[in-house]
C-alpha cells in the first residue's frame, strides 16, 4: 500500500457516487416492507417486481465491492496532520465499520428479497439504519476537521493526487 497526500481521482469519485446512492436508497425505503409482503405473496423470484430501492441498493452492492479492491491496491493518505495516535485509530475503525455497513446493508437487503425472508428485512432495516447513523457521525466528524481544526481533511476526498 502506498501513502500519498490525497485519495486517487477514482476513490474520490466513488466516495462521492456510494454517499449519493447510499442517501437515495435511504429515501426510497419507504413502502419496502409492503413490497417484501406482496413478493413472499406472489412467489415472485428474479429481477421480477424490483423497486427502485432494490436496483439503488444492489448498485451500491457492486460500487462498495470495487472500491474495495481500488482501496486495497491505491492504499489511503497517511494521518492528517496534527492527528494523536488515538485520533488515528478512531478513523481507521470508523472507516472500516463504514465499510462492513455498506456491504452489510445490501447484501442483507438482497437476501430477504430473494430468500423472501421479513426476519432477514427486519435485520436489513437495524443494519441499514446503524449505516446511515454512523455516516452521519462520519459527515460530521469530517466537517469538524475541516472547519474547527482546519488540518484539510474534506480537501483530500475532493481534490484528487494519483
Ligand atoms: C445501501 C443500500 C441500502 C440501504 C441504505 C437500505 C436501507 C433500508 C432501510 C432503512 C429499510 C427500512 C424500511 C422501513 O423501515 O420501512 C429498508 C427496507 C428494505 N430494503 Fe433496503 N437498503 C439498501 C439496499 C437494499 C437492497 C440491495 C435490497 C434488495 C435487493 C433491499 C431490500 C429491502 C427490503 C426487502 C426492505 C423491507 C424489509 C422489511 O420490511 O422486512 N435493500 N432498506
Ligand atoms: C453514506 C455516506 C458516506 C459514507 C458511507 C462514507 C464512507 C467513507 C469511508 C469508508 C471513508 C474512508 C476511505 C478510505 O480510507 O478508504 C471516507 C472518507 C472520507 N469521507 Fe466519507 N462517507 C460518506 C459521506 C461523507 C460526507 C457527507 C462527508 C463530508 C461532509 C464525508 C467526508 C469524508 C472525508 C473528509 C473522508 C477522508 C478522510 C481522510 O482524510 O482520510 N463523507 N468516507
Redesign the pocket.
Known sequence: MTSRAA?SRL?IAL?WV??IL??AAWLTHENMGRALESRIKSGATGFEGNTPHVWLGITVFVLVLI?IVV?RVQG??GP?PGSTPLMEMA?TWG?RL??L??VLTPALGAVAWNAHSETVGELHETVGSA??LV?LA??LV??W??YVKKDG??T??TRPQG
Do not use: V
Open positions: 485519495y476513490q466516495h456510494i454517499a447510499i442517501l472500491r482501496r489511503a493518505p492528517l478513523a472507516h463504514l465499510y455497513l455498506m449505516l446511515m455516516a462520519h459527515a469530517a466537517i476537521h475541516q481533511s474534506l483530500r476526498i
